[in-house]
């Protein structure tokens, strides 16, 4: 059962690179895109050693191209993640990354054919509850940041769904590879336009800002990783399903943080503010249970 440990260790480790970004951005980077320089890098790097573990496979131009393309829009999800936690608490934005399921439901019904059962609609209808009821705080209005991770998590079931796809036609590995230069298609563009805020940061801060990003990739990076492992040993359905409490992991880090280390990171821990954040947190984690 060591598929079970891999599905919860991934969304830990998900949580604590989450943590670092949101730190990164409060304190050290005034660019959200800064961090772009040194996700390049780690995606470039991981390259070097899946190549030797397992060199990609041969697959046709069409499947190569989908698998470029998912990389782009892996690259996309991460503009929007970051622009959206330099405006909102973490404990707020992770929650969010779980409304995907809703798009993925809705694009694999269309595209490719699977039925949707009553508790689906049912965890459909739960998940938007939980995503409305964290967003709300002194106002009913929708902010910036809950557009951005709309957008996020539009595009990340878009690859999702090729995604897989791309698993039933070609091996982990080469999926993995391919996506992985994909990501670096947009991501050194974006790298470079920012390279001179990072420069910047890098200056005023010293390399420990190089050291943060760098494990906060590492630790994005090598969740993924477990995490697909995971989904070869068992079921995709319960995989993702396990992996949906990562907003619960979120919310209690932050909270322990905010309260005993809030020169690190602090959010609102009012009684008020963390009910609802709860009870949020549980209508996103089941709806992601019976969506999945």
């Known amino acids: 059962m060591d598929w079970i440990f891999l599905a919860i260790l991934a969304p830990f480790l998900w949580s604590v690179s989450n ?25 470039f790097l991981s390259l070097i050693p899946t190549y030797l573990i397992h060199p990609p496979s041969s697959i046709s131009t069409l499947n190569l191209t989908l698998t470029l ?23 707020r934005i992770i929650p ?18 699977e039925s949707l059962s009553p508790w689906n609609y049912l965890g459909t209808i739960l ?9 709300f705080k002194k106002n009913l209005s929708l902010g910036k940041a809950f557009w951005l991770m ?13 995604t897989k796809q791309l698993l039933n036609i070609a091996d982990y590995w080469t999926v993995f590879f391919y996506n992985r230069l994909g990501t670096l ?26 050291t943060f990003i760098a494990i906060s990739e590492a630790l994005a990076v090598f969740g993924l990783f477990i995490f697909n492992i995971a989904t070869q040993q068992a ?4 995989v993702n399903a396990i992996s949906s409490i990562q907003p619960l992991f ?43």
């Open 250 to 292: 979120m919310l209690v880090l932050a909270v322990i943080i905010s309260r005993f280390f809030s020169h690190i990171i602090k959010e609102d821990i009012s009684r008020k503010t963390l009910f609802l954040k709860f009870i949020a947190v549980a209508l996103i984690i089941l709806g992601a249970f019976l969506v999945t």
């Open 150 to 162: 709309m957008a996020c998590m539009l595009v990340s079931a878009i690859g999702s769904v090729i």
């Open 69 to 91: 393309f998912v990389g782009i829009l892996n690259t996309l999800v991460s503009y929007f993640y970051f622009r959206a936690l330099y405006l909102e608490e973490v404990s």
């Open 127 to 135: 998940l938007v509850a939980g995503a409305f009821l964290i967003t």
């Open 19 to 43: 943590l670092i970004d949101k730190f990164l951005l409060t304190h050290k980077l005034k660019n959200p895109l800064s961090s772009m320089t040194l996700f390049a890098a780690v995606c």
């Open 185 to 210: 298609i947009l991501a050194i563009p974006l790298a470079i336009g920012s390279f001179k805020d990072f420069r910047n940061a890098v200056k005023k801060n010293g390399n420990s800002i190089i």
């Open 235 to 238: 079921s995709v359905t319960v």
């Open 96 to 113: 969010w990354f779980y409304i995907s399921p809703i798009f993925i439901m809705i694009f694999a019904a269309i595209f490719l054919g």
